[in-house]
């Protein structure tokens, strides 16, 4: 994970990297030499031994951010926290392309070691690419994926958990309402998941009425909902799609409740 900030943040930030290394010139490889002038960001991705002590004492692009910036970044940290995806935050990490904003990022396997090839896809914030084919300034993201190399950590870590592929229902529907209720429920449905409840949600729907009726379309039998008022209580509200019927319950006691309603059995008695 990084960040490159805006435009004009890079700019400020290429300016002193240049800088830098132009005083480091005569022990770069030919190549970087070149992307000195040409495309000075891929001198991070340098791979060549002899310019890595070079890229040791580089100036880090955090430092060169706003607070605007540097609190957007923050709150992209704190929404992989409350997943508790692992990350490593690297100042070398940058994108060639001129369209790219504020986040970037690779994406690996929990498994196996970590190379130059292991990466499974990379990207990041696209806010500068609509504006850059002629359409007005829109905010977006993407990332590029090795296709080959997913389907082959796919198939390692199906084999490894003994998992077969199936028509996917989904056991219950999560429900959130505001900022605060959305990043809460990031966790909670995780937490939901992998305890072999099949959770889906929509988190670009803001109305509960809408989310209802998405859930009344998957069928599903339950919904949960986490509004403001239950992230504060530190409860969960489920909603019986059935017979309307809801119920008040403790966030912690969420997942065995759940699991009864659902007739699943314990994690620990099934395995």
Not at 45 to 73: A, R
Request: with cysteine.
């Amino acid at each position: 994970m990084n960040s490159i900030g805006t435009f004009e943040e890079r700019e400020r930030y290429i300016n002193e990297l240049v800088s830098y290394y132009r005083s480091k010139k005569s022990y770069l490889c030919e190549d970087c030499r070149n992307r000195l002038s040409k495309n000075p960001l891929r001198l991070l991705d340098c791979k060549e031994e002899g310019c890595q002590p070079v890229k040791e004492g580089i100036p880090h692009i955090l430092d060169w951010l706003d607070e605007s910036s540097k609190n957007y970044f923050m709150k992209v940290l704190e929404h992989l926290d409350e997943l508790g995806i692992p990350y490593t935050l690297s100042p070398t990490l940058v994108r060639g392309l001129d369209y790219y904003t504020h986040t970037v990022f690779e994406v690996y396997p929990a498994f196996g070691e970590v190379g130059s090839q292991s990466a499974l896809g990379g990207g990041g914030r696209y806010d500068g690419l609509i504006e850059d084919l002629g359409g007005k300034p829109t905010p977006a993201a993407g990332m590029a994926l090795g296709i080959d190399r997913i389907i082959s950590a796919i198939r390692r870590y199906y084999d490894e958990q003994k998992i077969s592929l199936g028509e996917v229902k989904y056991d219950v529907f999560f429900a959130q309402l505001g900022d605060e209720a959305k990043r809460l429920a990031l966790r909670i449905i995780n937490e939901l998941r992998s305890s072999d409840i099949k959770v889906s949600f929509n988190f670009f729907k803001n109305s509960l009425k809408t989310q209802l009726e998405q859930a009344n379309n998957l069928k599903v039998n339950y919904v949960v909902i986490l509004g403001q008022k239950e992230v504060q209580d530190k409860s969960v509200i489920i909603r019986d799609m059935e017979s309307g019927v809801q119920e008040i319950v403790d966030q912690k006691k969420l997942e065995p409740i759940l699991r009864k309603k659902l007739g699943k059995q314990s994690v620990e008695s099934s395995g």
